[in-house]
């Protein structure tokens, strides 16, 4: 086997190796040293997308939400077209409560997918919702640093196994590209 093609067989088997050493680690909950585990697949494959969205996910669940963000927007840049990721960075923004930002990533998605049942379910209901443009985060007032207690707080639950399914269906996709090249 010539040098060239062992060295890319050794490198894909050494971050799907750390992949899914993320991915048992984050099924027991172990989100920090998943992070490691996805990050040193992103280390070795950096256009690697399934990493970079559990990485995202793991974030997630240790409230790093913007950090999340920035994992789905580094997915993004290695493919815009795949509607799942802006469905990720969609359903995060939810959970920040950025409800403008989570309508423009479920647009895209349905823009990518016109027939994208969550994201169609996920607009339906921030549209369905008219108050939920008067609601804000609680937060301090910079200019007399009370808290504003009078903002309401509405959650859209976010179906975690949907996304990881979605995440996994996306990493079977990019292997059957790499066995066609």
């Known amino acids: 086997m010539p040098g060239k093609i062992r060295q ?8 799907e190796t750390w992949f899914n050493q993320g991915v048992t680690l984050q099924d027991e909950k172990n989100y920090t040293e998943a992070l490691t585990c996805f990050q040193n697949a992103i280390d070795i494959k950096p256009d690697f997308i399934p990493a970079w969205v559990y990485k995202g996910i793991c974030l997630e669940q240790l409230k790093r939400y913007e950090a999340a963000i920035d994992c789905y927007n580094k997915a ?5 077209d795949v509607a799942d ?17 989570a309508l423009s990533c479920f647009e895209r998605v349905l823009n990518i997918e016109p027939d994208n049942a969550m994201a169609q379910t996920s607009r339906s209901l921030i549209l369905a919702t008219p108050e939920i443009f008067k609601i804000n985060p609680l937060r301090s007032n910079p200019n ?3 808290t504003d207690e009078s903002s ?4 859209i639950p976010i179906e975690r196994e ?4 979605i ?3 996306l990493w079977q996709s990019s292997e059957n590209e790499l066995m066609e090249e």
Do not use: A, F, H
């Not at 890319?8 to 971050?15: F, I």
């Not at 993004?76 to 815009?80: D, L, T």
């Not at 949907?162 to 399914?165: E, F, G, K, P, T």
């Open 85 to 101: 990721l802006w469905y990720n960075k969609g359903t995060t923004y939810c959970t920040m409560r950025r409800y403008n930002d």
């Open 144 to 146: 007399d640093g009370n």
């Open 162 to 165: 949907i996304r990881r399914q």
């Open 8 to 15: 890319e067989l050794t490198s894909m088997s050494k971050y």
């Open 76 to 80: 993004i840049q290695i493919n815009p």
């Open 167 to 169: 995440s996994t269906s």
């Open 152 to 155: 309401e707080e509405v959650e």
